[in-house]
């Protein structure tokens, strides 16, 4: 059993940047694959980025690519969103999910554990 928590999100500028947080309990962290999903209001939920158990491999949406860069510390048990040059298409509840197996994968239904959501808001 795994439980998330995200912390890091807020209202922040176009342009600006922030930084968000994903911390896991339970003793098998570094078996996961970790992966950031987000949604928008009265859209679905998309794929964000994600990275294996080693973090050795990363994924990211194409909306995102060169802007946002997902990491973890197994140590800490935790996974880190950083985003630059935010916009305002960004705005969404950002979740980080949890994949049994270690490999990873943009696909919502491939991940076993949620967390509650961070909201952030880019302002124009």
């Known amino acids: 059993q795994v439980q998330l928590v995200e912390s890091g999100g807020g209202l922040v500028q176009a342009g600006g940047s922030l930084r968000l947080s994903c911390a896991a309990s339970?003793?098998?962290?570094?078996?996961?694959?970790m992966g950031w999903f987000r949604q928008a209001p009265g859209k679905e939920r998309e794929f964000v980025a994600a990275?294996?158990?080693?973090?050795?491999?990363?994924v990211y949406a194409d909306s995102v690519k060169g802007r946002f860069t997902v990491s973890r510390d197994n140590a800490k048990k935790t996974v880190y969103l950083d985003m630059n040059s935010l916009k305002p298409e960004d705005t969404a509840v950002y979740y980080c999910?949890?994949?049994?197996?270690?490999?990873?994968?943009?696909?919502?239904?491939?991940?076993?554990?949620w967390g509650q959501g961070t909201q952030v808001t880019v302002s124009s």
């Open positions: 990275i294996s158990w080693s973090g050795g491999s990363t």
């Open positions: 999910a949890a994949r049994q197996g270690g490999l990873n994968s943009a696909y919502e239904r491939q991940y076993n554990y």
């Open positions: 339970g003793r098998t962290f570094s078996s996961y694959a």
